[in-house]
């Protein structure tokens, strides 16, 4: 069985600074990916980034970066530059091909982003 | 490329009432999902379709859920009859394919639903 844990169900952060949203993953699939995505108060989920587990290097998308440590099981997503505009739930996944690749999803972080 | 479709976006029924919600795919994707998300949780899948057929059901309460996907194209979710705990959000998702661990969803912009 797959779980995604998210720990922090509420963040601050102060725009232009960093930010990190922690998630730990269980699995015993050799194969399998994460995933982060970000809910804002409008509903749509949207994918923001993904990392392999068999990726050697760190995904980053612009100001998304995924710090993968994958002996300690977590896929942290790091906020570059916060924007007001990033404001939102965000949610960590993961799938595995022994789970029928569906998506397996943690309880969310809300991140408020403040002026 | 238009995303993920679904209507209504909202619906209000009373308990034990019918409701019925509708998505339509992104061109081409073959896999569909149906996800359940209560308020201040994170989504749950309730069922997956590949193309036409089912492929997990496994959370879906079937007593009083039901889903189809004619022709592997658009798909229905139905609930017959409501409870109030049925009071969430319907997300619909599509992929392309099926079969590896970066098979990215697209999701849609969900059906809120209130259960009174």
């Known amino acids: 069985a797959q779980k995604i844990t998210q720990t922090q169900p509420g963040m601050f952060v102060q725009e232009k600074e960093a930010v990190t949203l922690d998630c730990t993953y269980d699995t015993s699939d050799q194969s399998y990916g994460l995933f982060w995505y970000k809910q804002p108060s409008s509903g749509e989920m949207i994918f923001l980034i993904y990392?392999?587990?068999?990726?050697?290097q760190n995904a980053t998308e612009g100001r998304y970066s995924l710090n993968f440590q994958k002996a300690r099981k977590s896929a942290n997503l790091v906020i570059s530059a916060s924007q007001l505009g990033d404001s939102a739930m965000y949610f960590c996944?993961?799938?595995?091909?022994?789970?029928?690749?569906?998506?397996?999803f943690g309880g969310g972080t809300r991140l408020m982003v403040k002026p | 490329e238009a995303g993920v479709a679904q209507s209504p976006r909202y619906k209000i029924i009373e308990k034990r009432q019918s409701v019925a919600f509708w998505c339509n795919p992104i061109?081409?994707?073959?896999?569909l999902y149906w996800y359940q998300q209560i308020l201040g949780q994170g989504p749950k899948l309730l069922i997956q379709?590949?193309?036409?057929?089912?492929?997990?059901d496994s959370q879906l309460p079937k007593d009083r859920f039901s889903a189809e996907r004619l022709k592997g194209v658009d798909s229905t979710l139905k609930i017959q009859p409501a409870k109030l705990e049925d009071s969430a959000v319907y997300l619909c998702?599509?992929?392309?394919?099926?079969?590896?661990?970066?098979?990215?969803?697209?999701f849609g912009p969900g059906t809120r639903l209130t259960v009174l």
């Open positions: 998702a599509s992929s392309l394919v099926r079969g590896s661990p970066n098979n990215e969803q697209f």
């Open positions: 379709f590949q193309n036409n057929g089912v492929v997990d």
């Open positions: 990392q392999g587990s068999y990726d050697e």
């Open positions: 996944a993961m799938s595995s091909n022994n789970a029928g690749n569906m998506l397996t």
């Open positions: 061109s081409g994707h073959a896999t």
